[in-house]
């Protein structure tokens, strides 16, 4: 499985940025696939999730009404449209997939596959 994050860059407060995930070597539609972050000095944390099941989709409680999370299957791409950015959205993005339905879909220790990130920036 790969994973390569794409999309990232230097925007304002208030502005929009969307984020891609391009996928190989799966079977795409059987992985659950998240958005997680990580901002330095701190922990890595989720962002969004879609799961299995078309249409669920999970969201931290920090960028719920903000970040939307969507999936293209035909393409093998995961999508993250951030809008109404702020800076402490500045972070390194990560993209995950996860097959196995045990676990937690908001924990990144249970994503078995990851991309390279990358960096969204927020000026104030």
């Known amino acids: 499985v790969q994973l390569q994050a794409y999309g990232g860059g230097l925007v304002q407060a208030g502005d929009s940025l969307r984020l891609s995930c391009a996928a190989s070597g799966l079977t795409f539609s059987n992985y659950a696939m998240g958005w997680f972050r990580q901002a330095p000095g701190k922990e890595r944390e989720f962002v969004a999730a879609m799961g299995w099941i078309t249409g669920s989709t999970y969201y931290a409680d920090s960028v719920k009404g903000r970040f939307t999370i969507s999936r293209d299957n035909a393409k093998n791409r995961v999508y993250l449209q951030m809008s109404n950015l702020k800076p402490e959205d500045t972070a390194g993005y990560y993209c995950?997939?996860?097959?196995?339905?045990?676990?937690?879909?908001?924990?990144?220790?249970?994503?078995?596959?990851w991309g390279q990130g990358t960096l969204v920036t927020v000026s104030s």
């Open positions: 995950a997939s996860k097959i196995s339905r045990t676990g937690s879909i908001y924990e990144w220790t249970d994503f078995g596959s």
